[in-house]
């Protein structure tokens, strides 16, 4: 295992992980895209997306920094991903990790065919000719064990791999043949829970619920582990976001997760004539139900200088819909748009006269049955 050992790198994404790869924008944009895709696969697992994360990895050529994907979803898709390979022209020559996945998800004989093929050297096809266990069967001490326990998971949402990778926890060097990687692995497992915890609502919910049911060693250290996650997000929060960028949902609904568009917000107005000024609710820290679904309304009144009440709506829809973790930032669905006039006579609910005017938001999740003014 020594020769797998020197070329595998692990993969966790945006929250612990720079690649550093590229330098421009749309690169960095690109490639959190493709994280995103791998990230939550699980959530809406596509055929057409699977394509799409092989052929990025090549595009963007980083992939020597993601091999453990190519596992998963050659076990998922195992009669499509030699064709994926082959369409996204990845040279198995420079890439020969590749066969050791293909043979872990069961493609062992592929997996030599390829080796064989592409000229590799002795000792790589050797390592080919060998059928490997998979991952759920594999000794703690298989290098990159975690990282792979973290790829079958964000590709299959079984979340037996995450009762696994909780498991190194209470290992004792009995358990292991070399006992002197225990303490890597916890290390690795932690990093590897701290970020799932927080992308994947699932993934946090179990852990509570580990918690609660367990009296193993792992207790203390998913205590902990949560008891940190959950001072970052205490209860409801949220803000007002007033802005003319009418391209500002669409930007917000299209930019890779965790790298959300700022918004400039409007101080006066009107900033040009006849521009619509939107008012965005954007929060987070509310619940989510066993079905991972968030449900949030919300109050708006508009008052003017005199402190009159000028307008309001009711039960506007912030959120409503399946959602990966309770910790992102949302924007609120229902949005409400106003335009401002220089004649005081007209008297339209939608336009107002140029003066100081206030903002009130009553955001109420109906899960919880938390509210935030």
Not at 105 to 134: F, R, T
Not at 239 to 253: K, L, M, Q, V
Request: aromatic letters at 12%; one cysteine or more; hydrophobic letters at 40%.
């Amino acid at each position: 295992m020594s020769i797998f050992k020197m070329f595998l790198r692990p993969w966790i994404v945006l929250l612990f992980l720079n690649m550093g790869f590229a330098d421009t924008n749309s690169d960095k944009y690109q490639l959190k895209a493709l994280q995103d895709k791998m990230e939550y696969f699980y959530m809406d697992p596509q055929e057409s997306i699977a394509k799409e994360i092989i052929s990025d990895l090549n595009n963007l050529k980083v992939i020597d920094n993601y091999y453990y994907i190519i596992t998963p979803l050659a076990e998922k898709y195992p009669d499509k991903i030699l064709q994926w390979l082959n369409e996204a022209n990845i040279d198995i020559h420079d890439n020969f990790v590749i066969t050791v996945c293909l043979n872990i998800a069961g493609l062992q004989s592929e997996a030599l065919v390829l080796a064989k093929k592409a000229n590799l050297s002795s000792k790589y096809i050797s390592l080919a000719e060998h059928p490997l266990k998979p991952i759920k069967d594999m000794p703690y001490s298989f290098e990159g064990y975690i990282y792979y326990l973290f790829n079958e998971f964000v590709i299959t949402g079984d979340i037996e791999y995450i009762k696994k990778m909780i498991s190194v926890f209470d290992l004792s060097e009995e358990d292991i043949d070399e006992p002197d990687i225990i303490e890597n692995l916890r290390k690795d497992a932690t990093t590897v829970l701290s970020h799932l915890t927080y992308m994947h609502d699932k993934v946090y919910k179990f852990c509570k619920e580990e918690v609660k049911s367990s009296q193993k060693k792992s207790k203390t250290i998913l205590t902990k582990l949560l008891s940190d996650l959950d001072k970052i997000q205490k209860g409801l929060k949220g803000r007002i976001s007033i802005t003319d960028d009418p391209n500002f949902e669409n930007t917000w609904y299209n930019t890779p997760i965790m790298t959300g568009p700022k918004c400039s917000d409007v101080v006066t107005f009107p900033s040009s004539e006849n521009k619509i000024i939107k008012v965005f609710v954007i929060f987070s820290g509310f619940d989510l139900d066993k079905d991972s679904c968030a449900n949030l309304t919300y109050d708006i009144e508009f008052y003017n200088s005199k402190k009159i009440k000028i307008a309001s709506y009711q039960d506007l829809v912030a959120i409503k819909r399946k959602l990966y973790s309770h910790f992102f930032y949302q924007l609120s669905e229902d949005v409400i748009g106003f335009g401002s006039i220089r004649d005081p006579s007209d008297e339209r609910k939608d336009l107002f006269p140029p003066g100081i005017y206030s903002i009130k938001v009553t955001l109420k999740d109906q899960i919880s049955k938390k509210v935030l003014n």
